[in-house]
């Protein structure tokens, strides 16, 4: 996967809600998913089955689906098994597209790469790489916190396209 553009998001409020934003958008070990803030499935029983775009690498003997998903040196980040009746409905959305899927809802085809993270008084600022701007995210943000002031800010490595959104 290419992360040629480097975005920063910053969140500016009253504690409580930053508190509750960093809930939502990731956990203590990835601190910022898009798959946590627009779930790439929902499974019947509300369970999410988050499976960023990543390299498909086929099928194991016990009918299982294995997807890598490496960083932007290489290093595998995560490997996901899904059974194939699991596949089977997350390809459902785009047949052998889950990269459209992503794109259109998150506005970029991965996972964000090479995180960090600022939090001061009343402020929050991540710093990340990916694939494109993540637009659809930012949108999906501004919807959930709107008591929040959200400004973001990408610059593309590769054509030197820079600008708010």
Known sequence: M???YHNIIRFQGDEDHLTEMEEV????DHPLS???IIPFLTTSEDEH???PACKYNGMTKNNTHIFVGRNRNGIIQFQRELKSSDFTEAM?????CMMCWCTENWGCNSEPDEISICRTEGKIT????SSSPP???INRLREIFPELHISAYFHSMQDERAGYY
């Open 49 to 51: 089955l988050s499976l």
């Open 135 to 137: 637009y659809g995210i």
């Open 126 to 129: 991540y710093d990340f790489f």
């Open 34 to 36: 898009f798959a946590k």
């Open 2 to 4: 290419i992360y040629d």
């Open 92 to 96: 459902s959305f785009r047949p052998n």
């Open 25 to 28: 958008v990731g956990t203590p």
